[in-house]
């Protein structure tokens, strides 16, 4: 009975560091979709590039993941601004169908030169030694890897939360979104507060993508493959609520985590499942926005 309690602490330990990676993932595109109304299909692209400039740099430089981080965000989020100045600028005033369209059409560019850039194999950056081991608390081996990366998630989850719902900033967002043209009468510019908020959501992307190689490995339909999770996330937790996206991340990386260990020969269709059930109950998601 104590081998079965503590595989189970095990696994949803394991669980909750998938889950939060896919926040770390999703929560940009949640700012974006959400709140700017803007359908990014291309969204995980970012999350790759800055998976890809972080591994250029460990391998190239032979400096560690904590010290690529920073630069391989940095870097995405200059490729994000210079597309958001020249695509997406046309993006805004498209149709919700011309905004997928022009966005997976983007995306099969990033997989392309990807695969030119880096070849078509599976990558994963190497953790940090000083991160490396485990933890045993309550007779549960835990990995300080994924301890480090729940830290990291939960942080940037209370800042996001606090800067938009809480500063100035994010109080010229939202005005931004639901008028754009009363905002520009008092002062808001507005293009400039979403070429900021679409450059934070690209950073935001890439630290999931540089973090999360371990979970999910570095290749060069990153952009494609994982997309489906990143849009289950934002969906089920409702757009624009970073709590929603938050409770769907953890919620389906348990669940996705226990269904492989438990069923491994449907495991990976236990998360459509839990999906068709969750939207059946809560067509807009379980804490959407009014």
């Not at 990033?110 to 190497?126: D, E, K």
């Not at 989850?157 to 043209?181: E, H």
């Not at 009363?182 to 630290?207: D, E, H, P, S, Y």
Request: net charge positive; hydrophobic share 55%; aromatic share 12%.
């Amino acid at each position: 009975m104590e081998n079965y309690l503590l595989a189970t602490l095990s696994l949803l330990v394991d669980g909750i560091s998938f889950g939060m990676i896919l926040f770390l993932i999703s929560c940009g595109l949640t700012v974006t979709l959400g709140v700017m109304r803007l359908l990014n299909i291309a969204h995980c692209g970012f999350a790759m590039i800055g998976g890809y400039l972080a591994l250029a740099l460990v391998n190239r430089l032979h400096i560690n993941v904590l010290a690529a981080l920073p630069i391989a965000v940095a870097g995405t989020v200059v490729i994000g601004l210079l597309l958001e100045r020249t695509v997406y600028r046309w993006v805004y005033e498209t149709t919700a169908l011309g905004q997928i369209l022009m966005t997976i059409g983007l995306t099969f560019l990033m997989v392309a030169s990807i695969n030119l850039a880096f070849g078509s194999l599976l990558y994963t950056l190497p953790v940090p030694p000083s991160l490396t081991g485990t933890w045993v608390i309550g007779g549960v081996a835990i990995s300080v890897w994924r301890i480090f990366l729940a830290l990291v998630s939960t942080s940037l989850a209370g800042m996001l939360w606090y800067v938009l719902d809480y500063t100035y900033f994010g109080a010229r967002l939202r005005a931004a979104v639901d008028n754009p043209r009363m905002a520009r009468c008092v002062g808001i510019n507005v293009r400039k507060i979403f070429a900021q908020t679409f450059a934070a959501g690209c950073g935001l992307a890439a630290v999931g993508g540089v973090l999360g190689t371990q979970m999910l490995p570095l290749e060069p339909y990153y952009a494609l493959k994982y997309l489906v999770l990143v849009l289950i996330v934002v969906a089920v937790g409702g757009f624009g609520s970073l709590k929603g996206s938050l409770v769907a991340a953890l919620s389906f990386g348990i669940i996705d985590t226990f269904g492989r260990y438990l069923v491994p020969a449907a495991g990976a269709f236990v998360i459509y499942f839990a999906l068709v059930v969750v939207l059946l109950a809560r067509p807009q998601g379980l804490f959407a926005r009014g």
